[in-house]
């Protein structure tokens, strides 16, 4: 059963392009002090944790200020133009368009790697453990300047990503609210999306399983892809429970994600105090599974990327394995969330299409 929903008059969207410029503009700034002042740059040869897993390591570290510099102040200037309604020519508008495109998966994809993922992946571990000193770990080495700079080219990319939807709506005579140009039609109506959508819901939801499973193999003393001295070091020093937060983390999403075609993904289960049977809002699902997503694809690229990677999958064990699948569970889970908002957005109160 679907439940469906009405998009509401205007869209939070409009907001993107003057924040989309001012976030841009200010990491701009800071990057042209970082290079005036040869300070402060957190990538490459500068991120004692980085291990070559990011493409960045491929930027020179003098050259990396003004690179962003100059990128950034630029994605302030595209963002700007989408605060505006007039139409462009061609040409232009194709640069606009391209530039602007590709900054933000440059921003949102490239720049973030395995760390952010990593850090969603600990993150209940630490957050729920702090108060007990468990794990026992040095937090100001984790949450370092290089991590809250990637977290800010995430933030930075889907800012700008939301101010150029914003743009191609207005200047191509589509909807504000929903975006839409004509009466729903082909792939993205409900009925398309949940055809589609469950194949990709489903792919999204298993590849991450598989990933657990080695996890908690470990946990229970089976040395899978890995060898058993190992395995002993890791449960002596207790390395095995940070393997079964990443596996539990995992498994959750997994199930999280099959929400995405059940019903008590739209409506509260029963069993919830205080929200059985409300509707549960479509940003709840969509924008974790969105950050989750960008953060699968950002990892991909990083290790696929890292010739160390490949030199610990030429065994192709069973601990390394599964990360090749994560390419996969990356465009997987895309799809599954945007298939669950084109299934869930219901008629427009703005145009009235449905």
């Known amino acids: 059963m679907t439940t469906t929903t009405r998009t509401p008059t205007g869209s939070r969207l409009a907001l993107a392009p003057p924040l989309a410029a001012a976030w841009l503009a200010g990491w701009g700034v800071v990057a042209l002090v970082g290079t005036l002042t040869r300070a402060g740059y957190p990538f490459g040869d500068n991120d004692p944790y980085g291990d070559g897993a990011n493409l960045l390591r491929l930027v020179p570290v003098a050259a990396g200020p003004p690179l962003f510099a100059a990128l950034l102040l630029a994605g302030a200037v595209v963002a700007l133009v989408a605060t505006g309604s007039t139409p462009l020519r061609r040409p232009t508008r194709l640069l606009v368009l391209g530039y602007g495109w590709a900054l933000a998966a440059f921003l949102a994809v490239v720049v973030p790697d395995v760390r952010v993922l990593m850090m969603l992946g600990y993150a209940p571990m630490l957050i729920l453990g702090a108060p007990f000193g468990w794990p026992p770990v040095d937090y100001s080495a984790l949450f370092t300047w290089a ?26 005579a ?35 399983l598989v990933y ?143």
Do not use: K, N
């Open 147 to 172: 991590l809250f700079a990637r977290g800010a080219a995430l933030v930075g990319g889907v800012l700008l990503a939301g101010a150029l939807l914003v743009w191609q709506r207005r200047t191509g």
């Open 212 to 354: 657990a499973a080695t996890r908690f193999a470990w946990l229970f003393g089976i040395p899978l892809g890995i060898g058993r001295d190992l395995l002993t070091e890791m449960h002596e020093t207790g390395l095995v429970w940070a393997g079964v937060g990443l596996g539990a983390f995992a498994t959750v999403g997994a199930v999280l994600t099959v929400g995405l075609v059940r019903p008590w993904g739209e409506r509260f289960p029963r069993w919830l105090p205080g929200l059985a049977g409300r509707r549960v809002p479509v940003a709840l699902a969509v924008v974790p599974a969105t950050l989750v997503a960008l953060s699968v694809t950002g990892a991909s690229l990083a290790l696929l990327t890292a010739p160390q990677f490949w030199r610990l999958t030429e065994d192709l064990s069973a601990a390394e394995a599964p990360m090749l699948l994560w390419p996969f569970w990356g465009v997987a889970l895309g799809a599954a969330t945007l298939a669950y908002h084109l299934r869930r957005r219901g008629a427009c109160r703005r145009c009235g299409r449905d």
């Open 174 to 208: 589509a909807c504000m609210a929903c975006g839409r140009r004509a009466a729903g039609h082909g792939w993205t109506t409900a009925a398309s999306a949940a055809r589609w959508g469950r194949w990709a819901t489903w792919t999204a939801a298993v590849i991450p």
